[in-house]
């Protein structure tokens, strides 16, 4: 259900409806607050597993507490748990509050990073994805001036590596074509604006091209999303966040989704976030609520018959 505070209630009730008899759903999170977001409507084709962890006596919708984010990371551990016992298949989840987290006490920059490390796994890729491009994150949510220093050619090669298998595996891609971003402006002109092309990505980019036919790069960022745009690729190695963010959103969020690669189970969600300001007056759409839905039960059934 995500931060309860948040549109992940509403969005969760309102997308129901669009999903019937596409599988068995299980809603993880607090009936009451299900309740106050359900307005005239019903919960249809699902099942609430209740967790009873917010307090109805003084509950509001769009505030930033504590409560609230211990509850949302209640919901995850819960997830983890019936994942990891096979009672469920996969998992969709709804928007958290990093600030409302960490007020409760979990020092995580996000969902991510808090899955990554409860399921032991040793490398994640973070894949946005609308109706008309896909990215994959080599560096996901830490400040701008952190990047370059972050950049080494075994997290580029592991971001490619996931990401070609999951394009071939869950979106049954039989020859993905990947292009690399550079991180500088015009890929760095071979040098003339910084190294990290020259240095870290380009060597990087050769190895892989021996392992994998169709990875490409590094190219200047601005030509390499257009050219993907215009479906010469079939998706985006962004060296971090907005790099990927500011395209796919402007290119209309209201089909983005985020996938976690690497993973021991499939998770996507929403591309939007808590909408403290939106939340509890019926205005949130579903429609990337939906899209996310969607996409984990076709990457699921993909990954099945691959």
Do not use: W
């Not at 001036?145 to 996931?162: A, C, F, G, P, Y």
Request: charged share 25%; with cysteine; aromatic share 6%.
């Amino acid at each position: 259900m995500g931060d309860p505070s948040g549109i992940g209630p509403e969005v969760i009730v309102k997308a129901m409806p669009f999903v019937r008899g596409a599988a068995e759903f299980l809603i993880i999170g607090d009936s009451q607050v299900l309740e106050r977001a359900f307005g005239q409507r019903k919960i249809q084709a699902c099942a609430i597993l209740d967790l009873k962890n917010v307090g109805r006596d003084k509950f509001f919708f769009g505030k930033i507490k504590a409560e609230y984010g211990r509850a949302s990371i209640e919901y995850l551990d819960k997830s983890i748990s019936l994942l990891k016992n096979k009672k469920i298949d996969c998992l969709v989840t709804c928007p958290i509050s990093k600030e409302a987290i960490n007020l409760a006490g979990y020092h995580y920059s996000g969902h991510t990073e808090y899955l990554i490390e409860k399921t032991k796994t040793k490398h994640a890729v973070m894949l946005l994805l609308n109706k008309q491009m896909r990215f994959s994150l080599v560096t996901r949510h830490i400040p701008l001036k952190k990047v370059s220093q972050s950049l080494n050619k075994r997290i580029i090669e592991d971001t490619v590596t996931l990401t070609y298998k999951a394009l071939k595996e869950m979106f049954l891609i039989k020859n993905p074509r990947l292009i690399v971003c550079g991180i500088n402006p015009h890929g760095s002109d071979n040098a003339v604006i910084g190294d990290e092309e020259n240095v870290l990505i380009a060597p990087a980019v050769k190895r892989l091209a021996k392992r994998f036919k169709g990875v490409y790069g590094p190219l200047g960022a601005d030509v390499a999303i257009a050219k993907a745009k215009d479906k010469k690729y079939d998706c985006v190695i962004a060296m971090y966040h907005d790099q990927a963010l500011i395209p796919l959103k402007l290119l209309g969020d209201e089909t983005g989704v985020n996938m976690t690669l690497g993973l021991p189970f499939i998770r996507t969600s929403p591309l939007h976030g808590t909408a403290f300001d939106i939340a509890g007056k019926s205005k949130a759409d579903p429609a990337s609520m939906i899209a996310a839905i969607r996409l984990a039960l076709e990457c699921e059934q993909n990954r099945r018959k691959a």
